[in-house]
């Protein structure tokens, strides 16, 4: 079982960044693909990026790429999402998963809160 706990969420400018980090417990991280979530009040969970085993693949939602950087950390038991260039409309609460496919993610942190103001 992983326990994955949020971080680094905040409240921001329109045009900041911010570096969210995800910390996993147990001595298996490396087994699992990582991805990110956002929720929006009123809105459905939103698939963001997900980064192989190996950090080596990453893949993007349209809405964030080439702003936002998924990486890893193996050594640490810790994913980073870099946002970059934030908009109002990124303002959601941003949740880690971890899963033992690219599609299907087993376990969740708790979220972490992003406002983003214009």
């Known amino acids: 079982q992983v326990q994955l706990v949020e971080s680094g969420g905040g409240r921001v400018q329109a045009g900041d960044s911010l570096r969210l980090s995800c910390a996993a417990s147990?001595?298996?991280?490396?087994?699992?693909?990582m991805g990110w979530f956002r929720q929006a009040p009123g809105k459905e969970r939103e698939f963001l990026a997900r980064?192989?085993?190996?950090?080596?693949?990453?893949y993007y939602v349209d809405s964030v790429k080439g702003r936002f950087t998924i990486s890893r950390d193996n050594a640490k038991n810790t994913v980073y999402l870099q946002m970059n260039t934030l908009k109002p409309e990124d303002t959601a609460v941003y949740y880690c998963?971890?899963?033992?496919?690219?599609?299907?993610?087993?376990?969740w942190g708790q979220g972490t809160q992003v406002t983003v103001s214009s």
């Open positions: 998963a971890a899963g033992t496919l690219a599609t299907s993610y087993d376990y």
């Open positions: 147990g001595r298996t991280f490396s087994r699992y693909v």
């Open positions: 980064i192989s085993r190996d950090g080596v693949i990453t």
